[in-house]
């Protein structure tokens, strides 16, 4: 099985940045697609940046330009740096990770960006 522990998560200035961090452990080889998710106070977790197996990236359009996400070759860690950080970008953010059997979950770190 695939465990998923994020850390990286603060309390920032608008215009700051964070680096997000996804560490997993277990059965890394199975580990597919690897995403960040996040949920705002209120609102329905969204997707924000993806990672496959081959490397490719995807984001979701308010954040383009602003955060990138990487992994090491192993895939056991996954980043999402956050560069030029707004307050609407406050939320809790998770990470996934596509295993053959099932989608794992991280336990999320909160972001607070202040204005």
């Known amino acids: 099985q695939v465990q998923l522990v994020e850390s990286g998560g603060g309390l920032v200035q608008a215009g700051g940045s964070l680096r997000l961090s996804c560490a997993a452990s277990?059965?890394?080889?199975?580990?597919?697609?690897m995403n960040w998710y996040r949920q705002a106070p209120g609102k329905q977790r969204e997707f924000v940046a993806r990672?496959?197996?081959?490397?490719?990236?995807m984001y979701v359009d308010s954040v383009k330009g602003r955060f990138t996400i990487s992994g090491d070759n192993a895939r056991s860690t996954v980043f999402l740096q956050m560069n030029s950080l707004k307050p609407e970008d406050t939320a809790v953010y998770y990470c996934?990770?596509?295993?053959?059997?099932?989608?794992?979950w991280g336990q999320g770190t909160q972001v607070t960006v202040s204005s």
């Open positions: 990672i496959s197996t081959g490397g490719r990236t």
């Open positions: 277990g059965r890394i080889s199975s580990i597919g697609d």
């Open positions: 996934n990770a596509l295993t053959p059997s099932r989608l794992v």
